[in-house]
């Protein structure tokens, strides 16, 4: 904002990540917290669990990387143990955690939870400000975004869009399952293909403990705009989330 009283309300929300043997589920499940009624996820994601979420207000500087509270780590062991007393989860079982921070606006509400996912777009002595919403709604909030400097900007004809679309027969793809096949495809989309030209022959192979390929982690080092090592392992291929002491088993 520009002179003007902040409108957001950091809020952090944390997981927690299991090996999918320890926790296992066939598709995303979902229930109220025992303790305060908020929903509780539990899903299916690259190979493990996925808990989450909290929603607690992140008072630490936003140029800091978040991290999990203990007290948000019993929050959502409290909902698992809940949920499955048989399994006897515990905190030797939990693979990793991640943070986030929400850029939710802020109304005065005094429990986290109540405030609002809406998206807003206003507008401050020429600076265009977009913030709020959820991953879920870019497109509604790019929508707005547009509609809101539409007027500002130059009239422009635009190429209608173009698909480009990759076989899954194709021959580079012949020698992968059909699992691997829809997750690259799914995943890489038309850039399959470069990927797997890129591939060393052994690269092909699935990263013990994962369901990722090593050319997979060749493919974003060259094409993902990697600029540190976390950015590879934490952000782009997930092998720092997904394994034991984030994959130091697989270093030379």
């Not at 399952?177 to 850039?191: C, P, Q, S």
């Amino acid at each position: 904002q520009v002179a003007a009283q902040p409108h957001l309300r950091p809020l952090r929300g944390s997981h927690l990540i299991f090996p999918a043997w320890r926790l296992p589920i066939p598709q995303a499940l979902g229930w109220a917290h025992p303790l305060d009624r908020r929903p509780v996820s539990l899903l299916p994601w690259e190979g493990s669990t996925l808990v989450g979420t909290t929603d607690s207000d992140y008072a630490q500087s936003l140029d800091e990387e978040p991290a999990i509270q203990p007290e948000e780590v019993a929050y959502l062991m409290a909902a698992l143990e809940g949920q499955f007393p048989s399994l006897q989860l515990t905190l030797d079982d939990v693979t990793a955690t991640f943070s986030g921070v929400r850029p939710v606006i802020g109304t005065g509400q005094a429990n986290p939870s109540k405030e609002g996912r809406d998206h807003v777009v206003w507008e401050e002595k020429g600076l265009l400000t977009v913030t709020g919403g959820k991953l879920t709604t870019f497109r509604l909030m790019v929508t707005d975004a547009l509609k809101a400097v539409g007027s500002r900007l130059p009239k422009v004809s635009l190429p209608p869009p173009s698909l480009t679309t990759l076989d899954s027969n194709e021959p580079s793809l012949e020698q992968l399952g059909e699992t691997t096949r829809r997750r690259l495809l799914g995943r890489y989309g038309a850039d399959t293909q470069h990927l797997l030209t890129m591939a060393h022959p052994a690269e092909l192979e699935t990263i013990p403990g994962t369901h990722t390929l090593w050319a997979e982690v060749r493919w974003a080092a060259h094409a993902e705009g990697v600029v540190h090592l976390d950015d590879l392992l934490l952000r782009r291929v997930r092998l720092g989330l997904l394994l034991p002491h984030g994959g130091k088993a697989h270093l030379p």
